[in-house]
């Protein structure tokens, strides 16, 4: 028989607390083996009871849960935090998944849910809330594009020769275009970089890495 999976469980919230653990303690493959109200309590107990998950809340005094889930990832990276909260706001989620949480889930998740995604953190299996997963894909979706992201293949090719000193006429001879198509691409990157000369132009490039190494 499998041994119970080891879990403390950390909410400020006394009523909310007790409850979880009360819910829990009738699993049989679960054992609670402490309990706490704080960020800075979640560490202390990690360290003293090594358990295999932490169910953590995120906003609490004494230490946020998103704090504590970091200082605990530092020393025990293998202990899986699932996270349990009323928020899945962006400021929340991505700093909780990037402190190195494990699953996160709601409050609002059914009982046996957060049984089901304690079950799954011990088989290694990530289980993240939709609403969670809906604010993820919206932020991947919405990222920032870089001003180089506007470039055409051609201005790409333009601000390589740039990149590598080329007057506009040998631009010219090197992509087999006219002068004047060459000033138009150039005047064209200079916009879309948002910067005032072709040797900012090249300072851009090779800072964000876009310039083809010379063989």
């Not at 079950?119 to 991947?140: C, D, H, L, Q, W």
Request: negative net charge; contains cysteine.
């Amino acid at each position: 028989m499998k041994s119970p999976i080891r879990l403390i469980v950390i909410d400020d919230h006394d009523m909310v607390r007790r409850g979880l653990v009360a819910y829990l303690e009738t699993e049989p493959m679960i054992e609670i083996i402490a309990e706490g109200a704080s960020g800075k309590e979640a560490v202390e107990l990690v360290h003293k009871w090594n358990p295999d998950i932490v169910l953590m809340d995120l906003v609490m005094e004494n230490g946020t849960g998103i704090e504590a889930t970091e200082e605990i990832m530092k020393t025990h990276p293998g202990c899986k935090i699932i996270i349990l909260t009323s928020f899945y706001d962006d400021k929340k989620v991505f700093p909780a998944i990037e402190a190195g949480a494990f699953s996160y889930i709601l409050k609002t998740a059914k009982a046996e849910d957060i049984v089901s995604s304690i079950m799954k953190a011990a088989n290694g299996e990530n289980v993240i809330e939709p609403k969670v997963a809906s604010v993820m894909m919206n932020r991947f979706r919405t990222q920032e594009k870089l001003p180089h992201h506007e470039l055409t293949e051609r201005e790409y090719d333009v601000l390589q020769c740039i990149g590598d000193g080329l007057t506009n006429q040998e631009i010219a001879d090197e992509l087999f275009i006219g002068i004047k198509t060459v000033k138009t691409h150039v005047s064209n990157i200079l916009s879309k970089l948002e910067v005032a000369d072709r040797t900012q132009a090249a300072i851009y490039a090779n800072r964000n890495g876009i310039l083809r190494k010379k063989e």
